[in-house]
């Protein structure tokens, strides 16, 4: 009997995209230079690891802030998550692919959206720099996009296999 290989289990693969999502979330994600209005003193700068970006996302959509829609790629990252262990894998590719379009673009908009700083008025964050914790925050929705879309071609290609096949 032959043994099944790591590579060909769902949810092996999809415990590599989860380990890769907390990886990121332990990572600085995004560097930001604090910008005082009244003075326009620039220098200090503040680096956030991606758990306190996820729950400055959650804030910043209970106070409507633009930049914070990013944050709702991580809801969409579970759903494909959900979706590729029930066998729905177009819906996985789908809700993947989604969460990145939205995670990179809502964070990229914080390049023209200055977010406030904490509980001081007289200051502004700027996004300067997006560091590892970032792009590992989005590889984790595209690792899931990759296996589900080989899964469902292999799904597929079984299928049209099996329909080729002539019994006597």
């Known amino acids: 009997m032959k043994k099944a290989s ?8 999809l ?6 999502y907390i ?51 991580n809801p969409l990252y579970w759903y494909s998550c959900k979706f590729f262990i029930q066998k729905k894998y177009k819906f996985s590719i789908a809700s993947a692919l989604t969460s990145i379009i939205i995670g990179f673009t809502g964070t990229v908009s914080t390049y023209w959206f200055a977010l406030p ?10 996004l300067i720099k997006l560091l590892p914790g970032f792009w590992l925050w989005l590889a984790a929705p595209a690792f899931v996009m990759i296996i589900a879309s ?13 329909k080729s ?3 006597p």
């Open 6 to 13: 790591f590579l060909t289990q769902p949810l092996f693969l």
């Open 15 to 20: 415990g590599i995209s989860l380990f890769i």
């Open 23 to 73: 990886m990121a979330l332990s990572l600085p994600a995004l560097t930001f230079e604090i910008v005082e209005h009244k003075t326009i003193h620039t220098g200090s700068i503040y680096i956030m690891k991606g758990v306190e970006v996820t729950i400055g996302g959650i804030l910043g959509l209970l106070f409507l802030q633009a930049p914070a829609i990013g944050w709702l790629a």
């Open 117 to 126: 700083n904490g509980s001081n008025p007289d200051s502004q964050l700027l």
């Open 150 to 162: 080989s899964f469902a071609y292999w799904k597929h290609s079984h299928r049209l296999e099996r």
């Open 165 to 167: 096949v002539k019994l």
